[in-house]
């Protein structure tokens, strides 16, 4: 297989960027990493694809309420790589490193910065865990965890297996999709274990479900490995019923429960992307028309800040005047979101 692209002078080679935009894409990937993994390149001609992969000279805008770091994990992080919100569960960011960098990710400021979280903060971590009784699930990020070798991945897996209130093992990762030849014979032994593994795979258009991402899947699933879907809304991708439609169907079809659709968060230079609250409703609107409960995800909002999830559901959040939210986070209480302008 060939290798990724990763400089602007890769898509050029390759035609996927106007050597007229060259030096503007280059502050562009100054600043925000490039990365084209070689299943996604094939798949580029689906507009769907190209949009969420290919840099932009707009995303030089940066709007003035867009963060470094949207969702507030820094507030929350008691050791290097590890973010505790809710009492039962923390996220461990193993690795900074992914198969894509996508345009839009609330990451975009850390991943690819560094590599793998280093022995000694991976010590820490598993020491705050295992001292720490109320925490029953690990959710692996970062970065995408599968981007590690299956060696690695394994001995962080059988680290976490041996700490006895653990009752959940779940993995965040795009790799089935993007990278799907990494879930290989050994990848596959690696994830098979005696404690549940939850597999949540972030997809965003149906056009990314190629057929060895469905035989990847496959091979997840008789591996016992149970799995879930994560989505972002984004304007000109997938903000259309009838492409998510297609896109819910087609993971309940590989045996993949969608979960989470995410509102656009905040992220540098992503205002493009970003649709209103409102027009993420009509669409749920739509789509509880036309789908079973099991092919139809939650929308949520990531509030700004730290307060958490919430779903965008009409007791949830209130829209006061246009495109000004109150939400109400877990705990009850309430937050005020506007619906940015568009860049
Ligand atoms: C999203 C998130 C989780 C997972 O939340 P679920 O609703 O269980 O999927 C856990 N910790 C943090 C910090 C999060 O942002
Ligand atoms: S794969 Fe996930 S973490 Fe990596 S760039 Fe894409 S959205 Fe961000």
Redesign the pocket.
Known sequence: MSAALTTIADLVAEGLADPAEAEALTRVTDRFRLRLSPTMRAALPSGGIAAQFLPQPRELTIRPEERTDP?G?RA?SPAPGL????PD???LAVTQVCEVYCRFCFRRETVGATGILPEADLAAALAYIAATPAIR?V?LTGGDPLSLSARRLGAVLDRLEAIPHLETL?IHSRVPVVAPERLDAAMIAALDREKPVHL?IHTNHPDELTPEACAALRRLNRAGVAMFS?SVLLRGVNDDAGVLETLFRALLRNRVKP??LHHCDLAEGTSHFRTTIAEGRAIMAELKRRLSGLALPAY?L?IPG?A??VALTPGMAEELAPGAWRVTDRLGQAHLYHDPDRA
Do not use: A, L, N, S
Not at 83 to 86: A, K, M
């Open positions: 969702i994990d929350f973010t505790h919100r809710y569960r923390v996220i699930e959710i779940r949540v994560q979960y989470y949520v990531d730290g958490g999830k």
